[in-house]
């Protein structure tokens, strides 16, 4: 339990700091309406919120309720999706769509548990979406509300540690009260993302704005920057991936759509291979026929890619020799922007057809 004097007062400061210094402007504020919370929570897991914002309204045009949503073929939200990253998000909003529409007739549930049986909703986006729609007194706890939480406390246990994890999960609802007023329910919600991204940052907190200064225990302690602890690490590795680029006499390329699984999945890029005489010998072609261009750099999570696309000569009829059971496709200009493509690629074919 953390100390009295934070449980009494850290949820009445925090709303009231909320109304005054949080953020009140973004597109997905000022709503109960589950759908479009529920919308906003996946796209801003590991993305900025100035990234969002350009693609926020565009899917809302396109999909403006869970209904339109579900009905949709992959397809279609995953080229929506192009240039967000992390596409599991798109795969799993598209079968938590369904699910809602097919299990609670169109209306998501009210309450945190039943939320998290929904595909791609975990715990802290349940409560996000109970608490700002529905009222429901239940704590958050994303990866800048942790860092709020294990300062404020000077939680010290180590985060890579499941039991340690569930323990703060344990002192956050503590915080909560036991029946707040929806209303205030919902502005400390807010004010915990508020205060995560524009105050009690990472590297350079600033303690002197914080409505809690009085009552973190890490300002306290004249370390705030030593929590959360975390041992683990993130371990990455670089992948180089050769990437076959049929080009048509008439300016087409030939894409074909990726496994369900792994990286890219469910979108269409070039083939991989994965060197260079692989792709040659895919390819079916002499070295000199063959254009290489300057290398790719794409940075995800675990990995860092590096992709060299090849350019190769196509003049016989129908589809290149690697056509499996995927879907596959030429495509001419603009056209490939209403597939679901990997950012890189997007921008690669984009500047090669402006040239």
Known sequence: MPPEAVRAGFFPQLVRWQAQHGRHGLPWQGTRDPYRVWLSEIMLQQTQVSTVLAYYPRFLARFPDVASLAAAPLDDVLALWSGLGYYSRARHLHRCAQQVVAEWGGAFPPRSADLQTLSGIGRSTAAAIASFCFGEPVSILDGNVKRVLTRLLAFDGDLAVAAQEKALWALAQALVPDQPEPAEMARYTQGLMDLGATVCTRSQPQCLLCPAQTLCAARAQGRP?????????????????WLLVWRRPDGAVWLQQRPQTGIWSGLFAFPVLAGRDELLAAAQTAPERVVEHPVLRHSLTHRELLLYPVEVPWRGVGEPPLAGVLPTRWVKGPEALDLGLPAPLRTWLLARWAA
Not at 225 to 240: G, H, W
């Open 225 to 241: 920057t030593a929590f959360p602890v975390k041992t683990r690490k993130l371990l990455r590795r670089t992948e180089a991936w």
